[in-house]
């Protein structure tokens, strides 16, 4: 049997020979085609070797366009003999359209990046207004200079996008596609922006400039000529463009004051010191005169408040500097000096704590430093009419004086040069000993009687 084996692979590589031979006298190279049937047999161990190897290098060179193929040292099969005996073998050469169709692909698709990156400045309203301020005017100048877009536009820009819109196929499908998308409110306001053609603003020359007219004269305008005017056009834009125009002497029936046909021409500056200052009219500004007039009487109803707590201060609060003035005068019966601050005490009783909107108190204390923990009402000092003074704590903290805690609801007696600690703020309680003497000289005069 490998006798048989043998013979028949010697016949095969024989007949493949003579026609590659033949091929070669031909000058091409026969095309090597497979069955689309697919054949069950064994290969041997050469086979398997070589059809592994003939896989590797049609994946190397997959990328050049050579079809794959059986190896040249692999066997035939007996279908691919019959088909290459029978049809001759024409060379097929590689279609060079192939490469110039991926080009075109990717200049395709990048070719929609590059128009919606030239879009940027022009918004769906852009559009919008040039389009309708195009069909009233047909005039890319007037457009450029009365129309108001979203941002300043030359007339060289105006000018390419009208173009661009009308001949380029996808430039005017994204702008129809974002126009679509606009809000009707906004298609609405856009429209009604819309300029006056001359068939429009001709027919509003006709109305008399001397008449009156009314929203009804104007309403009956839009009813009587529905093909001249816009269609987004209403009795109250028309009257408005009316009033307009007879600004600027636009209508029928008014006439342009000629210039004057002498060598001297009337300037600004003629023109104004002909004017007489005396027969100008001065123009009242009422909310003005009402903001001002308030303002005053704020001012003086705050001055009225002052004047009227400033017997009620019995408690005066003076800045230490370096140059501080005498503790002591004539009124004042003690002194709370802090570090920052000192507190006269002018009154026979002063309350002490932190004062707020609604609690008003003789010493803020929050003057002196953080007294978020001190109480609205810490507490009270009071000036026998033996001359002793006296402390009281009414609120949650207590109070220290010389290192003695004093708690809420007792009381305590100050000396002269006492130190007074509430909640970290230390103060020293200075006596008027001068005034505090006469104090209790009238008092021992008082006593016996």
């Not at 852009?126 to 030359?154: E, M, P, Y």
């Not at 400039?209 to 093909?227: A, G, K, N, V």
Request: proline fraction near 5%; charge should be positive.
């Amino acid at each position: 049997m490998a006798s048989g084996t043998a013979s028949r692979s010697e016949d095969e590589e024989s007949l493949a020979g003579q026609k590659r031979a033949s091929s070669q006298a031909l000058g091409t190279i026969p095309k090597r085609r497979s069955s689309s049937r697919f054949i069950k047999r064994k290969k041997f161990d050469d086979e398997l070797v070589e059809s592994s190897l003939a896989k590797s290098s049609t994946r190397a060179k997959g990328a050049s366009g050579v079809e794959p193929g059986r190896c040249s040292g692999s066997e035939p099969s007996s279908s691919e003999k019959k088909k290459v005996s029978k049809t001759p073998s024409t060379p097929v050469p590689p279609s060079p359209a192939s490469a110039p169709g991926l080009t075109k692909r990717v200049k395709k698709s990048k070719q929609p990046l590059q128009v919606t990156k030239d879009l940027g400045r022009w918004k769906p309203a852009d559009d919008l207004l040039l389009i309708n301020a195009v069909l009233q005017t047909n005039d890319l100048t007037s457009v450029h200079l009365g129309v108001k877009f979203s941002c300043r536009f030359t007339l060289r820009e105006v000018q390419e996008r009208w173009y661009a819109l009308l001949y380029d196929p996808v430039i005017s499908k994204l702008a129809c596609q974002a126009m679509r998308q606009l809000h009707p409110e906004a298609i609405a306001a856009i429209q009604s922006k819309a300029l006056f053609s001359k068939a429009e603003e001709q027919l509003l020359s006709k109305v008399g400039s001397t008449s009156q007219p009314t929203l009804e004269t104007f309403q009956d305008l839009l009813h009587r000529h529905p093909d001249a005017f816009y269609l987004a056009r209403t009795a109250k834009a028309l009257q408005a463009h009316w009033q307009l125009m007879k600004q600027y002497y636009l209508l029928e029936d008014q006439t342009v004051q000629p210039l004057p046909k002498g060598d001297q021409v009337l300037n600004f500056s003629d023109a104004e010191d002909l004017i007489d200052d005396s027969k100008l009219k001065d123009m009242r500004d009422e909310v003005l005169e009402h903001e001002l007039t308030v303002a005053d009487r704020r001012q003086k109803r705050e001055i009225r408040q002052l004047e009227q707590e400033l017997h009620k201060w019995q408690v005066l609060v003076d800045s230490i500097t370096g140059m501080s003035s005498p503790d002591f005068d004539n009124q004042t019966l003690a002194v709370l000096r802090g570090r920052m601050v000192r507190y006269l005490m002018r009154s026979r009783e002063i309350t002490l704590g932190r004062a707020t909107k609604d609690n008003q108190i003789d010493v803020d204390l929050s003057l002196e430093g953080p007294a978020w923990k001190i109480s609205r009402k810490q507490g009270v000092i009071k000036l026998k009419n033996n001359g002793d003074f006296f402390i009281a704590n009414e609120g949650r903290r207590p109070i220290y004086i010389d290192g003695r805690p004093v708690l809420c609801g007792s009381k305590w007696r100050l000396s002269n040069n006492s130190v007074v600690e509430i909640a970290s703020l230390r103060f020293v309680f200075l006596i008027n000993q001068d005034l505090i003497a006469l104090i209790r000289a009238e008092a021992a005069k008082i006593t016996p009687q």
